[in-house]
């Protein structure tokens, strides 16, 4: 994909690409580059025909201005004939994370706000310069396969496709092309803030062949990583199985094909311990020992156990560092990484805790609790079982991990895969596809525009 072209080149390609859509959601902070985004959609599609643009302002309530910010962006809109709507970020800031909570507070609004309106897709500004700046705070922490930079298209939730079609285009022709139109933007004061390490790092950060290199290191990293989730993907359509959502299994195979095992490992030991990201380098290496049967048949990593028995892998959640939670009522979330909960009841609340360590229902699977597989050890299955939670009402006299013999008609409980549930890149979407069907999952929605081949 070409990685240095003009706005109008960059957003034309865009919606060639584009499936037939009703509704684009355009997330405008009011800034250069959404600003950039919306003109370029007003000037590009054509007129009176769809898609319809409606613009979305997130209000992060972080600053006395952004209230009238957000007005101010309201009423440019206005003028430019494009319905505006105004989501604020309600309740209680946290002291430390701030700009990570913030970042998924906004994603989580605009998603909202595309679900309400019946939007297909939402676009977001993202710019060469963003992608330039990702990949180097991401080589600085050692992300080997963050180093792909970030995707074209990213599905939120499993329900809202997150597109960025300006990541070839340059921040400074966007603001050439705004100044050329008259069309003024506000410049957030955060951007200079050395409290951030984004701000920090573009007050460094080189230019020109520098940056070239950077997206050389992004376009060889987005190449592997598309080529090891494809070999992933057929390693574990092949070999895995995944019994009853609580047990991973993968036989030990040849050394010509042991590289795809150990990736397979780290894959299931995040699916099966709730983790949002795929082991490091670090424990990469006791994976690699692991696989090639050196030292202990059984290890500890991630939050899951790696359980080795006779030319056989059974990978599942380990019982420590599992909290109580509190669903109230009306209310969703995800429990351990693993368990998507939504409470219907109008008025009782729930507790989902760990258990105590018996065996029995779990509560979680109501009538049709899961029996073991004659092939699985007894000790793995029921290592497995005792990292299942129990679930009660709140009002119930029970002693913490007492187990629920079957779950409330007002509960509803589906296995969550954290590392593809909340942000799926595209490069991803094949193997999530894989891994969905084994846990006996829906798949992902397709992309909302053909995939990019290699003379794009």
Known sequence: MDTDLSPEAAIDRFLSRLNPVDTILVALSGGSDSMALLHLLCTRLPKGECPHLVAVTVDHGLRRESKSEAARVAAGCEAMGVVHRTATWRGRK???????????????????????????????????????????????????????????????????????????????ALRAMLADAGQSWIDDPSNQDERFERVRLRRTASTGAADDEVLEMIRRAGEARREDALSLSRFAELHATV?????????????????NLQQAIGLFAALMGGRSHRPGAKLQTQIARFSADVGP???????????????????????????????????????????????????????????????????????????????????VWSRARRAEPTVFAATEDRKPGDRQAILPDTLSVQRYLALFDLFLPEFDSMLADVCAGLFGRPGYRELPFRRVSATD
């Open 297 to 379: 048949p059984r290890i500890n990593l991630g939050r899951s156990v790696l359980d080795r028995r006779a030319n056989r892998i059974f990978i599942y959640r380990e019982r420590r560092g599992q909290r109580r939670m509190t669903l109230e009522p009306g209310q969703s979330a995800v429990w351990d990484g693993r368990y998507l909960i939504s409470n219907q009841d109008p008025h009782r609340s729930f507790i989902v805790a760990p258990t105590s360590g018996q065996d029995g229902p779990t509560g979680l699977h109501g009538d049709a609790d899961p029996v073991r597989d004659d092939n699985i050890p007894a000790g």
């Open 243 to 259: 019994h009853a959502g609580l047990v991973a299994e993968l036989p030990q195979v040849p050394a010509d094909i042991s590289e």
């Open 94 to 172: 946290p002291k430390s994370g701030l700009q990570e909570a913030a970042r998924l507070a906004r994603y989580d609004l605009l998603r909202r706000e595309a679900l309400d309106i019946g939007a297909d897709v939402i676009v977001t500004g993202h710019t060469r310069d963003d992608q330039i700046e990702t990949a180097l705070m991401r080589s600085a922490r050692g992300s080997g396969r963050g180093l792909s930079g970030m995707a074209e298209a990213v599905l939120y939730n499993r329900d809202c496709w997150i597109l960025r079609p300006l990541l070839p285009v340059r921040r400074e």
